[in-house]
């Protein structure tokens, strides 16, 4: 069994950490850098990096950013917002990034997962789905934080993305993002059930308890959490601590 991972995510904007609620209503947190750091000191797995304006302005504005984490912070970087070709991704990863994430540019074009996935390995290729309640047990993919309707069906999204050669399921619940409440679990199960490829949940992540019920319940391979961690309701250290003493396989630090 692969470890379970622990993601931090960091939502940016231009020079700013940010995050918000539900994907809106987006406050300052700090420095992206310094968080990064002090996320990598206390034990995360990876840290994914989501510019969440790159699809307004059509463009990802984190290479600078990238690549002082990555001069800095050895463990593996993700990094989505405004991938739309083969091109840009191939700037991050050049800048530093280990993974790409896409969500928009996809939904419109899903043969760029593919593409991707050809060029840099499925290894390198995320599909980040940002999903919204549609019904019991329904989820529709949204883009754009949660905004744009695309009529796409998260879990046959998901199935998809990964037969296009996706490595990876980041599945965030938009109407649980920010709010501490848990993380959905019927959303990451039904993805988890559907995919043979590792799924990360998000969106919700409150407390230590929660990352059990999101691998043991739900099947989950990794959770991302950015909120709990921002604001300190929680640490890496105490959620690795818990998990492991739950029996998770967790890396040991």
Known sequence: M???RLIARLDIKGPDL????????WRKVGR???????YYEEGADELLYMDVVASLYNR?????IVAETAREIFIPLCVGGGVRSVEDADKLLRAGADKVAVN????KRPELISELSRRFGSQAVVLSIEAKGAGP???EARTDNGREATGLDVVAWARRGAELGAGEILVTAVDRDGTFRGLDLDLVAAVSAAVTIPVIAGGGFGAPEHLAEAVLKAGADA??????LHHQRTTLAQVRVRGLAQGLNLRRL
Do not use: M, S
């Open 32 to 38: 992206p850098a310094e968080f990064a750091r002090r």
């Open 60 to 64: 990802n504005n984190l290479t600078d």
């Open 18 to 25: 940010i995050k918000g609620v539900q994907l809106e209503g």
């Open 2 to 4: 692969a470890n379970v």
């Open 137 to 139: 047990g329904r989820w």
């Open 104 to 107: 928009t540019a996809a939904t």
């Open 223 to 228: 959770v991302a959490i950015a909120r709990a």
